[in-house]
């Protein structure tokens, strides 16, 4: 199966700063990705062109399972992270990760019943402060409602602004997950016109293998938002689904 991570700066070039959510479109039928996490997708917002995109990629996509996590307000309108999967989700949640005095921010997760058994999967977008996003992944991490799905293969994956490198040795590993996007040299991807930092990021746990991890740098995508999405072919040890309640 193929997922994918895409900060698509609400479908804004990064250099030539034009709306062309078409880009991003091209972007997913050139990768074909089964599950989609995507961050700073707009609704109803004037520089966007007041679109529905979190409709209109589902739409495209022909999503099955679609959640949408509405974080940062504009005007009438905001943005937020959008969860998409070929195959139906069995549960969704949405967790807060807003810390006292700082930029509102959150994760959505969802139970997919994928063809190899149950899969959770967690988009977000984490803050710009080390000690900020050290918080929000253990807040995540001990979450009441996360933890009561720890038996079940997890991919962690979204923009963490982890520019220093510092999640994977922290909260992660205390929780026994394992960082596959590295070294960080291999998986930059952004700026997406000169990728510096090794910002979108995947951690997994449970019987879970990557078949392939990369940065797409094919056209249009350098152009299409300031970020690079992140691919990963995972393979998963068959198991019995959990199934043990719907949205």
Excluded at 100 to 128: E, F, S, Y
Aim: glycine share 6%; aromatic share 8%.
């Amino acid at each position: 199966m193929r997922l994918l991570t895409y900060n698509i700066h609400k479908g804004i070039g990064g250099r030539d700063r034009r709306y062309r959510l078409e880009r991003i479109l091209t972007v997913l039928d050139h990768e074909k990705p089964d599950i989609v996490c995507l961050q700073e997708v707009d609704r109803d917002v004037r520089r966007t062109k007041h679109d529905n995109q979190p409709e209109l990629i589902a739409e495209h996509f022909r999503a099955v399972g679609k959640l949408f996590q509405f974080t940062h307000p504009v005007r009438q309108g905001g943005y937020g992270n959008l969860l998409l999967s070929r195959w139906p989700f069995l549960e969704q949640h949405q967790i807060s990760l807003t810390l006292r005095g700082c930029k509102i921010r959150g994760a959505q997760w969802a139970v997919i019943a994928t063809p190899l058994g149950d899969l959770r999967v967690v988009n977000w977008h984490l803050g710009l402060r080390e000690q900020e996003r050290h918080w929000q992944v253990r807040r995540l991490l001990e979450h009441h409602s996360f933890r009561g799905h720890d038996h079940l293969p997890t991919v962690i994956i979204g923009d963490t602004n982890d520019w220093r490198n510092t999640l994977a040795a922290g909260p992660f590993a205390i929780h026994g997950y394992h960082h596959v996007t590295a070294p960080p040299s291999r998986y930059r991807s952004f700026p997406a016109y000169w990728p510096m930092g090794s910002l979108d990021k995947a951690f997994l746990k449970g019987p879970l293998r990557v078949v392939q991890a990369h940065v797409s740098r094919r056209q249009p995508v350098v152009d299409a938002s300031d970020h690079l999405p992140l691919i990963l072919d995972l393979d998963m040890e068959p198991h019995v689904p959990h199934h043990s309640v719907t949205q």
